[in-house]
């Protein structure tokens, strides 16, 4: 390892937010991408396509997840920060949204304190904050848990992946800018160490660790033939930020597509 690699001046950010990786977690990522870089970590220009980890299997069967595990991802958290383009545009439908599916005082409170709060849960950075200890955009509709601002989004005919937060909709990606390159890859037991995931949902969630499946849990619940590569789960993500051509590309590399 290089003297610069290992000194201070190491840079890391979770893309999508504004947030700089710590000294370890930045550390970790280049240690796990240096062995790897050129065989199952390819380069494609400047993003460092993890072929490994994004074949790892998933099934996000969200609106099983609270009756499976008796709460989702998005009850008792918050997600990672934003900025650029996505920042602004949520923040132009923001209260909007709230007044329309929130008529419990959320909107008010929203009004009152904030949309961000920024304390040790959120590494300081501003993120939405909690309504009740939840997301502030966690809503229930018949019995189902839902993302107000995915449902609005699709009721005005926008784009869910530019108006949630990026974080919302990656998982269970993770993306990495890195002095390497733009690491793309996905949250694994080898990844959990540097991920803004960390090892909470593969300790917790059947979605990314099918050994965390209770048992008796119906067979329509997190269906096996439900597990794909993890890349799908991303894929429209992607796109919809780098082009289709470009997600195309590493679906060749990933041996997806021909």
């Known amino acids: 390892m290089s003297n610069r690699k290992a000194g201070n001046d190491m840079r890391s950010r979770y893309y999508g937010t504004p947030e700089q990786l710590k000294f370890s977690d930045a550390l970790a990522v280049y240690e796990y991408i240096v062995p790897r870089l050129n065989k ?22 969200c609106f099983h997840c609270h009756l499976v595990h008796g709460h989702n991802c998005c009850e008792q958290g918050q997600p990672y920060s934003m900025h650029g383009d996505n920042l602004t545009l949520f923040e132009e439908h923001a209260f909007t949204i709230l007044e329309a599916y929130g008529d419990d005082g959320r909107a008010e409170e929203a009004r009152e304190k904030g949309l961000y709060e920024q304390t040790a849960d959120t590494n300081y950075y501003p ?25 609005y989004a699709l009721e005005r005919k926008l784009d869910p992946a530019k108006l949630k937060p990026f974080s919302c909709s990656l ?3 993770e993306i990495i800018e890195s002095d390497l390159g733009l690491l793309v890859t996905a949250l694994t037991s080898e990844t959990e160490r540097f991920s803004r995931w960390g090892d ?4 917790r969630y059947s979605c990314v660790n099918p050994k965390r499946r209770p048992k008796n849990t119906p067979d329509e619940y997190f269906a096996k033939t439900g597990y794909v590569p993890a890349w799908m789960w991303a894929r429209d993500l992607l796109a919809s930020y780098w082009g289709e051509n470009t997600v195309a590309d590493m679906e060749v590399l990933l041996g997806l597509s021909k």
């Open 40 to 61: 199952t970590i390819i380069r494609h220009g400047e993003y460092l396509i993890d072929t490994q980890a994004l074949l790892a299997p998933v099934n996000l069967d």
């Open 171 to 173: 998982f269970p990606l």
């Open 127 to 151: 993120s939405i904050r909690k309504y009740k200890g939840d997301c502030l955009y966690l809503i229930e509709d018949n019995g189902k848990r839902l993302c107000a601002i995915h449902r």
């Open 200 to 203: 909470y949902y593969r300790h």
